[in-house]
């Protein structure tokens, strides 16, 4: 999939990082060197995770920029250091994954990340897996051509290792800044890599690869880090009450990916939209001027932006029909039968809901309300307010109890939404 990229090329990727914020450290020397030419750069990511969360997609974002700048960027999906476990940010030992269950998260992490960066033309994104630089390698060549390398006091003095001195840090965690340092080495030689880039916590990780090559080679490597992305209140970006924010949309859904843009904090908004827009400076402060008093429209604009980015337009579409559903009691009962399922089910897990297995077809209005929901206490209760012209399934007044629901009634052959006035909204979901 090839992306266009608005707004053209800017000359400068430091340049762009410092106007959008996110330039947290930096090695002498690496803007003359962009600015002599085109640079391949790489960030990696292990696949401890089924899918990539928000919290990834910083670094991808990264990468965007670093390629929209006129470079070239490459992946390194950590086949070899997941298996590892980084230490950095951690106060305690992760739990190890099995090899297949990394496989299985990297392979779909990679098609993640094929769909948001330039695979095609003059400086298209590369994939590594750094698993290839060690499956030939026994620990003996590790030790003799990798651990010689760095002295242990050098490693000692890395903010990753010396925060964890005291709740414990095994041999494994230790060792992992070996193999970040030897995966640049790697892609210097094998791609002509000269910049790496991450998360202010990887800052130490990162100069251990700068220093191997040092001491390894007569070529010069560079770092840089944007900050670590928070929320204005302290918390940690990413994630919702409910949890990460994910960009697979069978961990959370796209309306709930919409959502969270759509309720963040005001005052995180300004961060928010210069690490995520790919609208250049000057239409971003042209968006806040003419917004200066309803964050909301950019709030609105973010959030579509990365909905339609991440996941596609038809999915933002089906967002926009969930939100009316939910907020707008014009919805049609056209619009409502073309839902698809996963807008469905957005809706379900917004509004209270039910579950039916014995159900059987067809059935009176009565009989499925009554039995096979809790909206009303009784069914006298349920007359009175059919009586009051309050009832409504699939947003169609009803006023017979007796009426017939047939099989034919039910929205994508598993629902039927039921309205108890403007403002009570419930969904049936029928398991046959």
């Known amino acids: 999939m090839r992306l266009e990229f608005k707004n053209l090329v800017i000359m400068n990727f430091i340049e762009e990082l410092r106007w959008r914020g996110m330039l947290h450290d930096m090695t002498p020397g690496i803007e003359e060197r962009i600015e002599e030419g085109s640079v391949v750069g790489y960030i990696g990511f292990d696949p401890t995770a089924p899918s990539m969360t928000i919290g990834n997609y910083v670094q991808i974002m990264l990468l965007h920029l670093f390629q929209k700048t006129g ?35 990297l392979n779909f992490q990679m098609e993640q990340v094929k769909k948001l960066l330039d695979f095609e033309g003059k400086n298209a994104a590369m994939i590594r897996n750094n698993y290839e630089f060690y499956k030939e390698m026994n620990v003996l060549d590790f030790l003799r051509d990798v651990g010689k390398n760095l002295t242990v006091n050098y490693m000692m003095s890395k903010d990753s290792v010396k925060n964890r001195l005291e709740s414990g840090l095994s041999y494994t965690e230790f060792s992992y800044q070996l193999l970040q340092a030897y995966d640049y080495l790697c892609l210097l030689r094998q791609d002509d890599c000269v910049v790496q880039m991450g998360g202010s916590d990887q800052w130490g990780n990162i100069t251990s690869g700068t220093e191997f090559i040092r001491r390894n080679t007569d070529q010069k490597a560079y770092a840089v880090t944007t900050p670590l992305l928070t929320k204005a209140d302290g918390s940690k970006f990413g994630k919702s009450e409910a949890g990460n924010i994910w960009l697979d949309p069978k961990m959370t859904s796209p309306y709930k990916f919409y959502q969270f843009w759509l309720n963040a904090s005001d005052a995180d908004l300004p961060k928010f939209l210069r690490y995520f827009t790919y609208k250049s400076k000057e239409e971003v402060e042209a968006m806040e001027t003419e917004h200066a008093d309803n964050p909301n429209a950019i709030k609105r604009a973010l959030a579509e932006e990365l909905t339609v980015r991440v996941h596609s337009q038809e999915d933002f579409e089906n967002v926009k029909k969930v939100t009316n559903l939910l907020f707008n009691s014009k919805t049609s009962p056209e619009e409502l039968r073309g839902m698809n399922v996963a807008s469905l089910e957005s809706v379900r897990e917004e509004i209270p809901s039910f579950e039916s297995s014995s159900l059987e077809f067809p059935t009176d209005l009565e009989t499925v309300i009554c039995d096979h929901t809790e909206i009303f206490k009784s069914k006298s209760e349920f007359r009175r307010a059919l009586k009051g012209n ?30 108890n006035g403007k403002k009570n909204k419930y969904i049936l979901e029928i398991h046959n």
């Open 71 to 105: 470079n070239k960027p490459i992946v390194l999906m950590g086949g070899a250091t997941g298996r590892v476990g980084d230490p950095s940010g951690k106060d305690k030992e992760r739990q190890l994954k099995s090899a297949e269950e990394l496989d299985s998260n």
């Open 390 to 419: 309050a009832i409504s399934l699939n947003k169609e007044k009803q006023n017979n109890a007796a009426r017939k629901v047939e099989s034919s009634d039910l929205l994508q052959g598993r629902f039927l939404m039921i309205e």
